[in-house]
């Protein structure tokens, strides 16, 4: 049975994150966004509330919570602060190798620690020379005995500059592309580890990202994820899980946009009405509303087909693509509606705008998405209706009766290439339309 309610413990949940965006993430976002700087003590006090590390396993520690929560904690951050939200979460996507590896050891040694202290876990899979194309990473692993070697840079990598852990993929040999690619837990304090400078960037300012650099980085072998050949599916499994929740980003900033824009546009006033007395913006606004709601529909929907245990693959990337491109949607509209002061820095939604041009690119760009959803449309998606070559369209409504009373001569032709009815016992020698040969003829009526 479908249901879209909340349990109480839902509810309390996502209203714990609810105050804590509104009290703690709200005054300070703007401030940071200026200074381009990550507010670590923020990360901190979200730990503190227990709103950090949600998927962590109660056998660890963790609270165990599914998906589903962590998108309820998510749109409530990020309708605070994206850039916050994704510092934030990028916890649990740096968790996810852990959670995922078959390595009991690493599980033990790492995930514990993520809920006893305040630990910083980044993800690494991109690289300077490959995001998208992940299987085209070249960051080496060598094997050492037992031991890795690391050699190599991974970029782009939110929240390294601050992180105590890293989960890096590299690979035994970039000419085995996906089969190459392995998985480790590499600590901050390293030798051969080198964290870059943070990279300045347009949005989401208040995150930190930067790229990490390893000279002769030892792993022990207890420190291994993934074996080479298993690096590749973890990530994309890692993806599934998490992509859902970057469209969570996109319903709480796309939430807040709309409120802000429904509040001025009930007090400004232009020709001697409210802005909300023109159709033209409220017809603007049943969109943003409409966006918002289908956009939390998706999210959920990946986020309980995880939960369930179904592979949510697919609808994590319809989630990703659709939120993220209808949050920038709904927060350049909302900027509309703010005419020129929408375009100023003094005016919140010009930060929304900048912030939401994100989403559509880390974890999988808008088009890596589409690129996943097609294949699976044109591959493994199963129709539901017989191919247009076996449509019976009977043109003579009395064909169906005659043929049940067994009339040979009520047999119904479809010519393959252009769609004519032909009635009677054999095809034509010749398609009166398109003149292909009987062969171009399929028997579609009766069926069987
Ligand atoms: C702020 C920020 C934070 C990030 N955080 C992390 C992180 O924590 N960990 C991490 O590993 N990575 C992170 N990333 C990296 C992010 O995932 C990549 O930037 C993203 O996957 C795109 O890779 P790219 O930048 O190398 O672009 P490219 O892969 O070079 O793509 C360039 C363009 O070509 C398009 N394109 C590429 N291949 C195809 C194709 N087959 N079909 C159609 N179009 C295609 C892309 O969609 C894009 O528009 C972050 C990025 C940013 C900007």
């Known amino acids: 049975m479908l249901n879209f309610s909340l349990t109480p413990e839902q509810i309390a949940l996502r209203d714990k994150a609810r105050r804590f965006a509104i009290d703690e993430v709200l005054p300070i976002a703007w401030y940071y966004d200026e200074q381009d700087e990550l507010p670590l003590y923020i990360l901190k006090k979200a730990w503190d509330e ?33 850039g916050i939200a994704t510092s934030i979460f990028d916890n649990s996507l740096g968790t996810e190798p852990l959670l995922l590896s078959r390595n009991a050891k690493v599980k033990e040694k790492y995930l514990p620690v ?31 005995g037992d031991d890795y070697i690391l050699n190599g840079t991974k970029y782009w990598v939110t929240n390294s500059g601050v992180a105590d852990y890293y989960a890096i993929f ?11 690619i392995a998985a480790f837990l590499v600590e901050k ?7 870059g400078e943070t990279i300045p960037k347009m949005g ?27 690096g590749f599916i973890m990530a994309m499994t890692a993806f599934s899980r998490t992509r859902p929740i970057i469209g969570s980003f996109g319903v709480g900033a796309a939430r807040s946009a709309m409120e802000m824009a429904v509040d001025y546009a009930k007090k400004r006033k232009a020709f001697g ?44 990337s319809i989630a990703k693509f659709y939120c993220t491109e209808a949050a920038f949607e709904v927060v350049s509209d909302a900027l509309q509606i703010f005419g020129g002061y929408g375009y100023t820095r003094l ?20 088009e890596i998405q589409r690129v996943v959803v097609s294949r699976y449309v044109l591959d493994g998606y199963k129709p539901v209706m017989p191919p247009i070559e076996d449509f019976p369209l009977l043109a003579k409504h009395d064909v169906h009766l005659e043929a049940a009373e067994g009339k040979k001569d009520t047999i119904a032709w479809r010519c393959r290439i252009c769609g004519h009815m032909h009635y009677g016992p054999e095809p034509p020698e010749e398609c009166p339309h398109c003149f292909f040969p009987k062969t171009a003829f399929k028997k579609v009526w009766p069926r069987g």
Request: neutral net charge.
């Open 347 to 366: 005016f919140p939604i010009e930060k929304l705008l900048r912030d939401m041009r994100l989403p559509m690119i880390y974890e999988g760009t808008s």
């Open 204 to 230: 989401q300012r208040g995150s930190n990202t930067a790229g990490i650099h390893f000279t002769n980085c030892r792993v022990p072998a207890e420190n291994v994820l993934a074996q080479p050949g298993e």
């Open 273 to 316: 009405a409210r802005l909300a007395d023109f159709q033209a913006i409220d017809f603007k606004i049943a969109e943003m509303y409409q966006k918002v709601e289908t956009a939390r529909l998706l999210t959920w929907k990946a986020a309980w087909e995880n939960d369930s245990g179904m592979d949510p693959t697919i609808s994590a």
């Open 114 to 144: 993520l809920i006893k202290d305040f630990k910083l876990i980044c993800f690494a899979t991109s690289e300077p020379l490959a995001g998208s194309d992940v299987a085209g990473l070249r960051c080496k692993a060598e094997k050492s």
């Open 189 to 195: 304090g390293w030798a051969g580890v080198k964290v």
């Open 170 to 180: 590299a690979t035994i040999d970039p000419s085995l592309g996906h089969k190459g």
């Open 50 to 82: 227990g709103i950090m590390n949600l998927t962590i396993p109660q056998k660890y520690g963790g609270q165990g919570r599914g998906l589903l929560e962590c998108a309820l904690v998510v749109e409530e951050i990020s309708a605070a602060c994206a």
